[in-house]
């Protein structure tokens, strides 16, 4: 498959804690991305990290990439209500195509 | 504000029918895309679009079509629909630069009878 991991497959917090999903993946890449998707809804990117890069952050989420274990974790500090959603991690082909591969996502529930 | 619209949230449809999604983007985007949704598998890449008459092959076209007669427009159609085609469909675009992000539609949730 081409699709990459998330893990876990749920995740359910206390609002305030901090909640960490993981991305694996098997190929080399360009760049990975992260999306969030609200129940029924369509997917919103929230982050790019390229291969040259570690860590990245925006605002209250954390980005790490390890190229040489081919994985990513996601890391949502501070977590509210309001973040629960799904979770994907993404990936471009390794042709240089446009299209994106989508994992299987991780849903994250925040209780208040 | 960038906008993909998708032409229905909801559909029910027969089997047999034959249906058209419908999304338009107002971002003077190049690529557009089809995925569909199902639980325990994530998204998977119907086909996909880099420039107008143009169209890709995803992952799983089998059993659908496409048309991009105008830039903003990317449709999909399912020529006889069956029941395994029940599902989230999500239409996204991109422009042409790199590392470059997709936006997508809200999405159409079509079951076919």
């Known amino acids: 498959s081409q699709q990459g991991e998330e893990d876990p497959q749920a995740l359910s917090i206390q609002e305030g804690e901090n909640a960490t999903m993981n991305c694996s993946y098997k190929?080399?890449?360009?760049?990975l991305q992260w999306y969030r998707q609200n129940s029924g809804r369509g997917l919103v990117h929230l982050i790019l990290?390229?291969?040259?890069?570690r860590e990245k952050h925006s605002g209250r989420l954390r980005v790490t990439l390890d190229t040489s274990k081919k994985s990513s974790s996601l890391l949502i500090t501070a977590s509210r209500a309001a973040d629960t959603a799904s979770y994907f991690c993404?990936?471009?082909?390794?042709?240089?195509?446009?299209?994106?591969?989508f994992g299987t996502g991780t849903r994250l529930t925040v209780i208040p | 504000d960038v906008k993909v619209t998708q032409s229905s949230r909801y559909l029910v449809k027969r089997t047999g029918e034959k249906v058209f999604l419908e999304c338009v983007q107002d971002?003077?985007?190049?690529?557009m895309f089809w995925y569909r949704q199902d639980p325990g598998l994530g998204l998977r890449l119907i086909y996909f679009?880099?420039?107008?008459?143009?169209?890709e092959k995803g992952d799983i076209p089998e059993g659908y079509s496409v048309s991009r007669e105008k830039k903003e427009r990317f449709s999909l159609i399912l020529e006889s629909a069956s029941t395994n085609q029940t599902s989230m469909y999500l239409c996204?675009?991109?422009?042409?630069?790199?590392?470059?992000?997709?936006?997508f539609g809200s999405g159409t949730q079509l079951s076919v009878l």
């Open positions: 990290i390229r291969s040259n890069e």
């Open positions: 190929t080399s890449i360009n760049n």
């Open positions: 971002m003077d985007h190049e690529n």
């Open positions: 679009s880099y420039d107008v008459k143009m169209k």
């Open positions: 993404a990936r471009p082909p390794q042709t240089g195509a446009n299209n994106l591969f």
């Open positions: 996204a675009s991109s422009s042409d630069r790199a590392d470059e992000k997709l936006f």
